[in-house]
């Protein structure tokens, strides 16, 4: 796998946005690159929270951009055998992808750990923690 990404060996991904047609992408990347033994994190940041945020995840709808309703996505997801987001994002934890909340976001938006999920995430970081994870050489860090 590692030769195929020019000596990249983790995956480092930001979702940032809080609409399914941005959470999807970053979820098959990550199952994918873990199933092909990659170690991944994504690092949930500002309207990507919403899938990390208790009672949330259910009402995520597609961008505008998308030019679908919530039950056209839904649709074409059930049809085409795609899962939910959060049984998406519970398939990547078990499959050993870390998930990390931001904390500035949380800050700015008052939120505290018992906002969260339950056990949706592996922790609550920082940027300068997020850097450290991304500017790691053999990272191939991802915006989303």
Same mark, same amino acid.
């Given at each position: #796998?590692?030769? @195929?990404? +020019? ?11 809080? !609409?399914? $047609? ?8 990550? !199952? !994918? ?7 991944? +994190?994504?690092?949930?940041?500002? =309207? =990507? #929270?919403?899938?990390?945020?208790? =009672?949330?995840?259910?009402? &995520? ?16 997801? @059930?049809? =085409?055998? #795609?899962?939910?987001?959060?049984? #998406? ?9 870390? &998930? +990390?909340?931001?904390?500035? !976001? ?8 018992? *906002?969260?999920? $339950?056990?949706?995430? *592996? *922790?609550? &970081? ?5 850097? @450290? ?10 915006? &989303?």
């Amino acid at each position: #796998m590692s030769e @195929q990404l +020019h000596g990249k060996k983790k995956l480092v991904l930001v979702a940032s946005k809080g !609409t399914a $047609d941005a959470l999807y992408p970053a979820l098959i990347l990550a !199952t !994918t690159a873990s199933a092909q033994g990659m170690p991944v +994190h994504i690092y949930f940041t500002f =309207g =990507g #929270m919403k899938l990390l945020t208790r =009672g949330s995840a259910g009402g &995520i709808k597609p961008s505008a951009d998308l030019g679908l309703s919530q039950e056209q996505l839904a649709g074409l997801l @059930q049809k =085409g055998g #795609m899962p939910s987001l959060p049984d #998406m994002l519970k398939a990547a934890r078990e499959s050993g992808v870390k &998930i +990390h909340a931001c904390s500035p !976001t949380m800050n700015l938006f008052g939120m505290t750990e018992k *906002d969260l999920a $339950d056990g949706v995430c *592996d *922790d609550v &970081i920082g940027a300068a923690t997020f850097l @450290q994870l991304a500017s790691d050489p053999e990272a191939l860090a991802l915006f &989303i």
